[in-house]
T-cell receptor
Framework: NAGVTQTPKFQVLKTGQSMTLQCAQD?????MYWYQQDPGMGLRLIYY???????DKGEVPNGYNVSRLNKREFSLRLESAAPSQTSVYFC????????????????FGPGTRLTVT | SQQGEEDPQALSIQEGENATMNCSYK?????LQWYRQNSGRGLVHLIL?????REKHSGRLRVTLDTSKKSSSLLITASRAADTASYFC????????FGKGTRLSVIA
C-alpha cells in the first residue's frame, strides 16, 4: 500500500495564480484532512472531510476550497494564491469518521511545498 | 479547542540520555496522542493514551496522562540520533488539533 500520496511535491506560483493540490489514500479511510505548516510551527487545519460527500472548515479555511472527489481523493484548491500561503501542505486520513468521537490515528502524506512569489 | 501546547519548545541532549517533553491542554479530553515529525516529512503516530490510563509504554517510549492537571508527558529513554525530530501532542477531538511541538535534537 502506498498510504497517503500527494502531488505535486514542490510548486512555485506567482501571486494571483491558481492551483489544485491532490491527495489520495489507498487505505479505505473515511476521513481526510488538509493541514498547513509554516517553518518551525505546528499544523493548522484548513479543511477536513469526515466522510465521503461532506467537508467542513478548519482553523484557517480562507483562501482555500476543497473537494472530496470520492472516498480515496481529497483535493485542495487555491483560487488566487498569495505570498502568505507560502507553506508546506499536508494531507492526512483516518479510518474512523472525524465525528465519531472515538480514538483514531491519522496517517500523513509527505507534503507539498508551495512557494508563492 | 483541544489544542495541546508542548513544552519545552526545543530540547537538546546527548545520545543515551533520556528526553522528556510535556503537553498541556485546556479542555477535557477522552484520549491523547503523540506524533513525531522528522524534518521535511509528515507526522507519524507514536502512541495513544486513553483518559482512564495513567501510563503507557511502547518500546523506549513512556507516556503519562494526568487528567486532573490536563497534562501529559512523553519520555524517550536511551535516546538515539535517529530520535531527532519534532514531537506533537493532540487531544482526541473531531478532528485532531496540533500544537507547535517540541524540537528534539539528539547529539551523537
Amino acid at each position: 500500500n502506498a498510504g497517503v500520496t500527494q502531488t505535486p511535491k514542490f510548486q512555485v506560483l506567482k501571486t494571483g495564480q491558481s492551483m489544485t493540490l491532490q491527495c489520495a489514500q489507498d487505505m479505505n479511510h473515511n476521513s481526510m484532512y488538509w493541514y498547513q505548516q509554516d517553518p518551525g510551527m505546528g499544523l493548522r487545519l484548513i479543511y477536513y472531510s469526515a466522510s465521503e460527500g461532506t467537508t467542513d472548515k478548519g482553523e484557517v479555511p480562507n483562501g482555500y476550497n476543497v473537494s472530496r472527489l470520492n472516498k480515496r481523493e481529497f483535493s485542495l484548491r487555491l483560487e488566487s494564491a498569495a505570498p502568505s500561503q507560502t507553506s508546506v501542505y499536508f494531507c492526512a486520513s483516518s479510518a474512523r469518521g472525524a465525528r465519531a468521537g472515538r480514538p483514531y490515528e491519522q496517517y500523513f502524506g509527505p507534503g507539498t511545498r508551495l512557494t508563492v512569489t | 479547542s483541544q489544542q495541546g501546547e508542548e513544552d519545552p519548545q526545543a530540547l537538546s541532549i546527548q545520545e543515551g540520555e533520556n528526553a522528556t517533553m510535556n503537553c498541556s491542554y485546556k479542555t477535557s479530553i477522552n484520549n491523547l496522542q503523540w506524533y513525531r515529525q522528522n524534518s521535511g516529512r509528515g507526522l507519524v503516530h507514536l502512541i495513544l493514551i486513553r483518559s482512564n490510563e495513567r501510563e503507557k509504554h511502547s518500546g523506549r517510549l513512556r507516556v503519562t496522562l494526568d487528567t486532573s492537571k490536563k497534562s501529559s508527558s512523553l519520555l524517550i529513554t536511551a535516546s538515539r540520533a535517529a530520535d531527532t525530530a519534532s514531537y506533537f501532542c493532540a487531544g482526541i477531538n473531531t478532528p485532531l488539533v496540533f500544537g507547535k511541538g517540541t524540537r528534539l535534537s539528539v547529539i551523537a
